[in-house]
């Protein structure tokens, strides 16, 4: 059934119509491929709208986002020291969205913020968990016993890592770059890594999540999963 734009996009929950006004004017959204004017309607079962890009979902109720999470930020709902949350960074018409696994306060990069729970619940347990890649600054340099430590296995309090992988290394002045690829998730795995192997971490940035990339995605913005950006990402997660 054809549904003004306007309408349509924020029965996506994307972002309110008075937004979707101003997407559209903007010639950010397309209905198959061609730039809409405002005032046109769409049917999304049988027309691809876009907002800048993606496609909206409509098949379900559920939304599924990555944000380009600043420092600055912490990833539970609520925070009773009062810090900024990650998701004060969406706009309130999404609805409560719930970030899937976390990055430290210090982290930036890509968060996964879904209100489906079966997918989050699948990402985030232990036999299906996605890679996870993040791009690594730290002081001094990663030398071979550096590097093969954390492919191979870092003792930690909670036990020894998995296998991981690290590539990309550079060096920058004093500092280096490298990026870890990581098979699991637990509590600031990184950072924790990287100091039993006695560097210190002074950036730390999720760029890649399984297959999912943060890309171009700036600082602070968002944007909802392609169709096939999720599909990808639930077959990943055993769905
Ligand atoms: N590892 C860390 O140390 N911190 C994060 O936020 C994520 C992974």
Same mark, same amino acid.
């Given at each position: ?12 929950? =994307?972002? *309110? ?20 004017? &405002? ?45 900024? =949350? ?16 976390? &990055? ?22 232990? *036999? ?43 060096? *920058? ?6 990026? &870890? ?43 909802? =999963? ?14």
């Amino acid at each position: 059934m054809k549904e003004r734009l306007q309408k349509l996009i924020s029965r996506s929950g =994307l972002m *309110s119509r008075r937004q979707a006004e101003v997407k559209i004017r903007q010639g950010l959204v397309s209905i198959d491929g061609r730039i809409a004017q &405002l005032g046109e309607s769409a049917d999304p079962a049988l027309e691809e709208v876009r907002v800048e890009g993606a496609q909206l979902q409509f098949d379900s109720h559920t939304l599924t986002l990555i944000l380009n999470k600043p420092t600055g930020y912490i990833c539970t709902m609520n925070d009773p020291q009062n810090r900024r =949350l990650a998701s004060d960074l969406l706009p309130k018409e999404l609805g409560r969205l719930y970030p899937v696994g976390r &990055l430290d306060y210090n982290t930036e990069g890509l968060l996964l913020l879904t209100n489906d729970g079966e997918l989050a619940q699948h990402l985030t347990h232990p *036999s299906h968990q996605v890679t996870k890649t993040y791009l690594v600054k730290v002081r001094g340099w990663l030398d071979d016993a550096g590097r093969n430590k954390l492919e191979t296995g870092v003792p930690l309090d909670d036990g020894l890592t998995a296998p991981a992988t690290v590539s990309a290394v550079r060096r *920058s002045g004093k500092n280096c770059w490298f990026e &870890l690829t990581l098979g699991e998730g637990r509590n600031r795995q990184v950072r924790r890594m990287c100091d039993a192997i006695g560097l210190s971490v002074i950036r730390l940035k999720r760029i890649a999540l399984g297959d999912l990339h943060l890309g171009e995605l700036e600082t602070g913005k968002f944007r909802v =999963l392609q169709a096939t950006e999720l599909l990808r990402l639930k077959k990943n997660a055993g769905l």
